[in-house]
Protein backbone atom coordinates (compact mmCIF):
# COMPACT_ATOMS: atom_id res chain seq x y z
CA UNK A 1 0.00 0.00 0.00
CA UNK A 2 1.77 3.29 -1.00
CA UNK A 3 1.61 6.43 1.52
CA UNK A 4 3.53 9.56 1.47
CA UNK A 5 3.77 11.40 5.23
CA UNK A 6 4.56 15.02 5.68
CA UNK A 7 6.36 16.28 8.34
CA UNK A 8 8.36 19.38 9.46
CA UNK A 9 5.19 22.22 9.18
CA UNK A 10 4.84 24.84 11.70
CA UNK A 11 5.32 28.17 12.43
CA UNK A 12 8.31 30.60 11.36
CA UNK A 13 8.90 33.92 11.02
CA UNK A 14 9.52 36.27 7.48
CA UNK A 15 13.03 35.52 6.73
CA UNK A 16 12.98 32.10 8.29
CA UNK A 17 13.31 28.38 7.35
CA UNK A 18 11.58 25.56 6.99
CA UNK A 19 12.17 21.66 6.06
CA UNK A 20 9.54 20.02 4.79
CA UNK A 21 10.13 15.87 4.93
CA UNK A 22 7.64 13.79 2.63
CA UNK A 23 8.07 9.57 3.82
CA UNK A 24 7.41 7.49 0.72
CA UNK A 25 6.24 3.36 1.16
CA UNK A 26 5.01 1.09 -0.35
CA UNK A 27 6.62 1.44 -4.03
CA UNK A 28 8.84 -1.66 -5.62
CA UNK A 29 10.26 1.41 -7.46
CA UNK A 30 11.16 5.04 -6.72
CA UNK A 31 7.83 7.03 -7.94
CA UNK A 32 9.21 9.03 -11.43
CA UNK A 33 7.40 12.65 -10.39
CA UNK A 34 7.56 13.55 -7.17
CA UNK A 35 6.41 16.96 -6.02
CA UNK A 36 5.33 19.82 -3.52
CA UNK A 37 2.29 21.10 -4.05
CA UNK A 38 0.78 24.20 -1.53
CA UNK A 39 -2.93 25.23 -0.71
CA UNK A 40 -4.37 27.75 0.72
CA UNK A 41 -7.91 28.20 1.90
CA UNK A 42 -10.33 28.94 -0.78
CA UNK A 43 -7.89 28.30 -4.12
CA UNK A 44 -6.65 25.54 -5.95
CA UNK A 45 -3.92 23.70 -5.11
CA UNK A 46 -0.64 25.21 -6.66
CA UNK A 47 2.83 23.10 -7.60
CA UNK A 48 6.13 24.35 -6.03
CA UNK A 49 8.70 21.63 -6.98
CA UNK A 50 9.15 18.40 -8.78
CA UNK A 51 11.83 15.54 -8.70
CA UNK A 52 12.29 13.62 -11.37
CA UNK A 53 13.11 10.44 -9.70
CA UNK A 54 14.39 8.03 -12.25
CA UNK A 55 17.43 8.83 -14.57
CA UNK A 56 19.75 12.34 -14.76
CA UNK A 57 18.49 14.70 -11.55
CA UNK A 58 16.19 16.88 -12.87
CA UNK A 59 14.14 19.40 -10.66
CA UNK A 60 11.79 22.31 -11.21
CA UNK A 61 11.10 24.97 -9.42
CA UNK A 62 7.90 27.29 -9.36
CA UNK A 63 8.87 31.04 -10.05
CA UNK A 64 7.34 31.92 -7.14
CA UNK A 65 9.55 30.20 -4.93
CA UNK A 66 12.91 29.95 -6.94
CA UNK A 67 15.91 30.99 -5.50
CA UNK A 68 14.53 29.87 -1.93
CA UNK A 69 12.83 26.81 -2.18
CA UNK A 70 14.93 23.35 -3.14
CA UNK A 71 13.89 19.66 -3.83
CA UNK A 72 16.01 16.55 -3.06
CA UNK A 73 15.32 12.93 -2.78
CA UNK A 74 16.76 10.95 -0.17
CA UNK A 75 16.36 7.54 -2.11
CA UNK A 76 18.23 5.45 0.57
CA UNK A 77 15.14 7.28 3.24
CA UNK A 78 12.91 6.87 0.79
CA UNK A 79 12.15 10.72 1.32
CA UNK A 80 11.31 13.35 -0.47
CA UNK A 81 12.41 17.29 1.33
CA UNK A 82 11.84 20.80 0.31
CA UNK A 83 14.08 22.98 1.80
CA UNK A 84 12.53 26.64 2.19
CA UNK A 85 14.44 29.75 3.02
CA UNK A 86 13.73 33.62 2.85
CA UNK A 87 9.75 32.38 3.88
CA UNK A 88 7.49 35.16 3.30
CA UNK A 89 3.69 35.45 4.78
CA UNK A 90 2.78 34.21 1.26
CA UNK A 91 4.76 30.99 1.56
CA UNK A 92 2.20 29.71 4.38
CA UNK A 93 -0.31 27.14 3.45
CA UNK A 94 -1.12 23.17 3.44
CA UNK A 95 1.96 21.70 1.77
CA UNK A 96 1.09 18.55 -0.09
CA UNK A 97 3.81 16.14 -1.41
CA UNK A 98 2.39 13.50 -3.95
CA UNK A 99 3.52 11.22 -7.00
CA UNK A 100 2.92 9.34 -10.13
CA UNK A 101 4.53 6.85 -12.48
CA UNK A 102 3.84 8.36 -15.66
CA UNK A 103 7.06 9.07 -17.58
CA UNK A 104 6.74 12.81 -17.51
CA UNK A 105 6.90 15.72 -14.96
CA UNK A 106 5.19 18.46 -14.52
CA UNK A 107 2.99 20.48 -11.63
CA UNK A 108 -0.05 19.67 -12.64
CA UNK A 109 -2.35 18.42 -10.09
CA UNK A 110 -4.65 16.21 -12.32
CA UNK A 111 -1.49 14.42 -13.04
CA UNK A 112 -0.70 12.79 -9.44
CA UNK A 113 -1.83 9.25 -8.09
CA UNK A 114 -0.91 9.73 -4.62
CA UNK A 115 -1.00 12.72 -2.02
CA UNK A 116 -0.05 12.65 1.38
CA UNK A 117 -1.82 14.09 3.55
CA UNK A 118 -0.47 17.69 4.32
CA UNK A 119 1.37 19.35 6.63
CA UNK A 120 0.95 23.09 7.64
CA UNK A 121 3.23 26.06 7.15
CA UNK A 122 1.99 29.54 8.87
CA UNK A 123 4.80 32.22 8.02
CA UNK A 124 4.03 35.44 10.18
CA UNK A 125 5.14 38.08 12.50
Known amino acids: QVQLVESGGGSAQPGGSLRLSCELS????????LSWFRQVPGKEREGIAYYVGVGNVVTDIDDSVKGRFTVSLDKAKNTLYLQMNRLKVEDSGMYYC?????????????????WGQGTQVTVSS
Open 98 to 114: ATHQNPFCRLVQSDFTY
Open 26 to 33: GYSDTPYC
